[in-house]
C-alpha cells in the first residue's frame, strides 16, 4: 500500500500504543526505511528529525519495542504501532509513557505519572535511545 | 507551559484516544489557536492541513469529542487527547477509529474493523468533519 509520506516532507508521525494496556506510550516520526526497518525486524525504528538518521528505539537504552500490531489511519498519513516494550520506560526522563505530563486549567504543565527508572542509569551521559 | 511548535511548521500532532476503551480514534494537528480553542470549549479543534485553517471535529458530522483529559509529551512537541467521543464513530469512512485497517506480512492494507455508520448518511456530499 502507498502510505502518503510527501504530505508532511516524507514523514508520517507513529504513534505508539501498549497492546496490552492501551497506554499510549509515545509518538516518533517514520519515514519509508524506517517503516519497512521496522516491519522487517518487528521493533520499532524511527526517523530521528533531531539526528536526522534513522533510530532504533531502545539502541542504546535495550528498551525496544516489539511490534504486535501495525495499523495505518484512512488518509494513510498517520500509524498506529502497537507493541510489548521491553524494559521499565519509553521516556528518556524515566517514565512508562512519554505523556506524563498533564495541561492543567492555567495552561501549565503538571507531572502526573509516577518515574519507573532512572534515566542516568540507563543513559548514562546520553539523553535518548 | 510552551509547546514546540516551531520544531513542525506551527503544527503539533494531536493523538486522540477514547478516554473509556483507551481506544486510539484519529490523529490530528494542532496549532496554538487551535489548542486555545480545544481548551477553551472543551471540545477537540484541530488545525486540518488540506482546508488550510481551523477544523472543529464533528463540525458538519456532530460528532465532536469532549476533552476529558490532555497531555504533553516529553519534549513538548505532541499532544494526547483523551476524549468521551459523541456520535458511532470519528471516521470520515464510516469506523469508529480512522485506523481501522492493518497493514499486513506483504504490506497491503486490510480492513479489520467493523464499520459503525454509514459515511453518505452523517456527511451528505461533504467529506469530512
Given at each position: 500500500?502507498?502510505?502518503?509520506?510527501?504530505?508532511?516532507?516524507?514523514?508520517?508521525?507513529a504513534?505508539?500504543?501498549?497492546?496490552?494496556?492501551?497506554?499510549?506510550?509515545?509518538?516518533?516520526?517514520?519515514n519509508?526505511?524506517?517503516?519497512?526497518?521496522?516491519?522487517?525486524?518487528q521493533?520499532?525504528?524511527?526517523?530521528?528529525?533531531?539526528?536526522?538518521?534513522?533510530?532504533?528505539?531502545?539502541?542504546?537504552?535495550?528498551?525496544?519495542?516489539?511490534?504486535?500490531?501495525?495499523?495505518?489511519?484512512?488518509?494513510?498519513?498517520?500509524?498506529?504501532?502497537?507493541?510489548?516494550?521491553?524494559?521499565?520506560?519509553?521516556?528518556?526522563?524515566?517514565?512508562?509513557?512519554?505523556f506524563?505530563?498533564?495541561i492543567?486549567?492555567?495552561?501549565?504543565?503538571?507531572?502526573?505519572?509516577?518515574?519507573?527508572?532512572?534515566?542516568?542509569?540507563?543513559?548514562?551521559?546520553?539523553?535518548?535511545?
Amino acid at each position: 500500500m502507498e502510505i502518503a509520506y510527501a504530505k508532511a516532507g516524507g514523514l508520517v508521525p507513529a504513534i505508539v500504543q501498549d497492546d496490552r494496556t492501551g497506554e499510549v506510550l509515545m509518538l516518533g516520526f517514520m519515514n519509508e526505511q524506517a517503516l519497512a526497518e521496522t516491519r522487517r525486524t518487528q521493533e520499532v525504528v524511527f526517523f530521528s528529525r533531531s539526528r536526522n538518521r534513522l533510530w532504533k528505539k531502545g539502541e542504546s537504552s535495550g528498551h525496544v519495542l516489539k511490534i504486535r500490531d501495525l495499523r495505518v489511519d484512512c488518509d494513510a498519513d498517520a500509524l498506529l504501532v502497537r507493541v510489548e516494550p521491553v524494559g521499565p520506560g519509553v521516556c528518556h526522563e524515566g517514565y512508562r509513557s512519554c505523556f506524563f505530563r498533564r495541561i492543567d486549567e492555567d495552561g501549565q504543565a503538571e507531572v502526573v505519572e509516577q518515574r519507573t527508572f532512572e534515566p542516568e542509569q540507563v543513559y548514562g551521559p546520553e539523553k535518548k535511545g
